[in-house]
């Protein structure tokens, strides 16, 4: 019984599983539905190093307050906006 052996044919089987599982986390990243333009940075380094493709971050969420608030300050930007390009 040669253990060195079957260290090396373990680690080789290890490796096909890690490449297998790569590629099939790389067809599930692609099944999300056709893609226009380029990909993202996180899938575009990913691919290039073949780490495992994570999820994208979640997008920003504003509460309605925040969301109020933002709104009232653009339309006192467009206010101000419109008064000196009537004064103009």
Not at 23 to 28: F, G, K, M, S
Request: no cysteine; charged share 40%; glycine share 4%.
């Amino acid at each position: 019984m040669d253990i060195h052996r079957i260290l090396a044919e373990l680690r080789s089987e290890k490796e096909r599983l890690e490449e297998a599982i790569l590629t099939i986390e790389r067809l599930a990243a692609g099944s999300l539905g056709k893609r226009r333009g380029r990909p993202p940075k996180w899938m575009a380094t990913a691919k290039a190093t073949g780490a495992p493709i994570l999820e994208p971050k979640k997008k920003r969420r504003f509460s309605a307050a925040t969301r109020k608030r933002m709104a009232e300050a653009q339309r006192k930007r467009w206010a101000s906006r419109k008064a000196s390009a009537a004064a103009a």
